[in-house]
Each structure stands twice: as structure tokens, then as C-alpha cells.
């Protein structure tokens, strides 16, 4: 595909090819990730960032990897303080907006509400989560953080197997993770979740359509022992009708240290979108793994960072400018992702 100018609303867009080139470019963001160099290549950009959903890591991502490639970011977080609480409409705001930025990352909590918004921007939109609907950002920073775990075993993500476990219906995240997947070859994805959460079929489809093998089943720990990674996630309960029907989900799979031990091979990668859910009644994913070396979540947020750059220079056309623009940061860091 074409980078420059481009939306990045779904994982549809992409070819494996164009997969390749954000890791490649991703790379690339290393230095200046792990605040070894600074570069100044989109000095006079601006960034919108508009949350119209609760974030942490996402929206303060997005914002850090545009200050680190040298631009400036200003932020909408929460209908409240937007014009679309006096019925301003998605296309209307984007006219605005992007008047205002030279690209615009946006959540929202309706499925389409970023291709809508994105429909009326002039300037590149890229998806930060809209509804149950897609996460692409996220899905290719999981994927980049696999690609690097397993190359540590000598593998690479053709032949992965793979156990997606949790609320699988409304996480946006396994939903684009597994069209991500689709992309490559001999993928096995176990599919581990109450019924009444099972992944949609649409994801189902194109992951068997593009010769995954897929597994379907709401039992945990006979579905955990051949796998590589096993990617945990939270009940959506912000797309629930309630949050009584939420709990009735709510800590069915938890992994933690003595389940890990005892059922999983000793190298299988620990992964989490997050937020984990670490109140008593979740507890998804067991504080008591953290010292565990496997545990790859916090590797994830690192690298979500170098990926959300990649995107920025490709969609903005600057990577072959961030090296000329760069220099030694001035002040002592410790910093290592
Ligand atoms: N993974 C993720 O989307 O986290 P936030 O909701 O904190 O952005």
C-alpha cells in the first residue's frame, strides 16, 4: 500500500508486505525510543489527538511518539469537553479539526465512528479504537512484540500458535490481531472464552478462509499447554448492557503463576493488551507473574511506542528524513526499551 497520506482505520488495509515495512521502520525508531537520539523531523507538525473513550497507554502513546519524532500534540479527551455534546456531528468535527493538525488519532466508542470521521478529515486519521469494532494500532504493536519475542527462540510468526483468551466478542483488540494473523502461514489460534463471548464469527471466517487452524473452546487450561503466546484479555465491561451481566464473566480465566507453571511450556509468552482487570473479581492476569520472564506486556507498551512512530513517518513520508534531523540527546538517560 501507499503510506503517504493514507487513513489507518483497519487491518484490512493491509498486504503482509506492508506489515513488514512498519516492523522495518518500527526498527528504525529504536534509538530514539530508548531516548538515545532525538530528532526534530516533524518540528511544525501537530498532531489531534481526540479520546472520545477512556485511554491511558493508547493516547499517551500516539502523543509521545509525535513529541519524539518532534511535533506538538493537542488533545480532546471525553465528550464532555468537546462540541459533540451539542450535537455537533463526526463529519462537521472533522472538517474542523483538521484544519487545526497535520494528522489525527481518534478513539471512539461506536464500531465505524473513525472511518466516519475519517471520511470528512483532510488530513490522515489513524484508528485508535473504535467501539468492539478494530484496534489496528494495537494489533500491530502485539504482533511486532511477537515477532521479537519468538525470534529470540529462533522462530518466526509463521507456524505460531497462539491461545486468545477472555472476552473475545467485544475486545477489539483480538479482533484485529487475528485478521493481522490471517496474514501469515500455519497459524494455529485457540479461541478460549465463555460461549456467550466467543469470537464473531466474521474473525472466525477469515482466519479458517486463509488456512489458520482454529480451536474453539470455553475451557483454559487444556487449551494452554502447546502454545506460544497466550494472549490474556479484560471483560469489556464498558460494551455491556450492565455491569451485574459484566461480572457474570468477570474472573472465569485468570492466569496466574502456579496455573502457568503447572500447564504451559516453560517458554510461552505472557501477553495482555491492558489494562489488565487486577480488582479481586477479574484478576485476568496475576500480579504474581510479573516477575516472570515471559511476561511480555510491559515489552508491549515499550514497543507500542516505536510502532506508532513508524506509522507517523510512513503516513506522514518522513522516514527517510528522521536520521538527517537527529542528534545525541543532551540529558543523561537510563532508559532502555
Ligand atoms: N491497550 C489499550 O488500548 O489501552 P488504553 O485503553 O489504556 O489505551
Redesign the pocket.
Known amino acids: 500500500m501507499n503510506f503517504t497520506g493514507a487513513h489507518i482505520l483497519s487491518i484490512e488495509q493491509f498486504q503482509r508486505e506492508d506489515v513488514e515495512r512498519i516492523f522495518a521502520v518500527a526498527d528504525r525508531m529504536a534509538p530514539y525510543g530508548r531516548r538515545q537520539r532525538v530528532t526534530r523531523v516533524l518540528e511544525g507538525a501537530i498532531l489531534g489527538n481526540m479520546f472520545f473513550e477512556?485511554?491511558?497507554?493508547?493516547?499517551v502513546s500516539f502523543g509521545s511518539a509525535f513529541n519524539l519524532l518532534g511535533g506538538e500534540v493537542r488533545e480532546t479527551a471525553g465528550f464532555e469537553s468537546s462540541a459533540l455534546v451539542k450535537g455537533e456531528s463526526l463529519r462537521d468535527t472533522a472538517r474542523v479539526l483538521s484544519g487545526f493538525s497535520d494528522v489525527i488519532c481518534m478513539r471512539h466508542p461506536q464500531a465505524g465512528s473513525v472511518a466516519e470521521f475519517a471520511s470528512a478529515s483532510r488530513v490522515p486519521v489513524l484508528n485508535g479504537?473504535d467501539g468492539s469494532n478494530e484496534?489496528p494500532t494495537?494489533a500491530l504493536l502485539d504482533l511486532y512484540t511477537i515477532a521479537k519475542e519468538l525470534a529470540q527462540r529462533q522462530r518466526s510468526i509463521d507456524g505460531l500458535r497462539i491461545a486468545m483468551i477472555g472476552d473475545l466478542r467485544y475486545g477489539r483488540?483480538v479482533h484485529s490481531l487475528s485478521r493481522l494473523l490471517s496474514l501469515y502461514k500455519n497459524i494455529h489460534v485457540l479461541l478460549i472464552s465463555p460461549p456467550e463471548l466467543a469470537m464473531p464469527e466474521q474473525y472466525v471466517e477469515q482466519l479458517r478462509s486463509t488456512g489458520a487452524q482454529v480451536t474453539i473452546s470455553d475451557q483454559l487450561l487444556a487449551n494452554i499447554n502447546h502454545v506460544d503466546i497466550v494472549y490474556s484479555t479484560r471483560i469489556q465491561e464498558e460494551r455491556f448492557p450492565s455491569r451485574e451481566e459484566a461480572d457474570l464473566y468477570r474472573g472465569k480465566f485468570r492466569l496466574n503463576q502456579a496455573i502457568y507453571t503447572q500447564h504451559c511450556e516453560p517458554n510461552t509468552v505472557i501477553m495482555h493488551?491492558?489494562?489488565r482487570d487486577s480488582r479481586s473479581a477479574a484478576n485476568e492476569l496475576d500480579i504474581d507473574l510479573d516477575d516472570n520472564p515471559n511476561l511480555a506486556i510491559f515489552r508491549q507498551t515499550d514497543n507500542g511506542l516505536l510502532v506508532r512512530m513508524a506509522l507517523f513517518a510512513l503516513v506522514l513520508d518522513v522516514v527517510d528524513q528522521v536520521d538527517s534531523c537527529a542528534q545525541a540527546v543532551r540529558w543523561h538517560s537510563a532508559r532502555q526499551l
Open positions: 477512556a485511554s491511558t497507554r493508547t493516547r479504537g484496534h494495537q483488540t493488551p491492558l489494562p
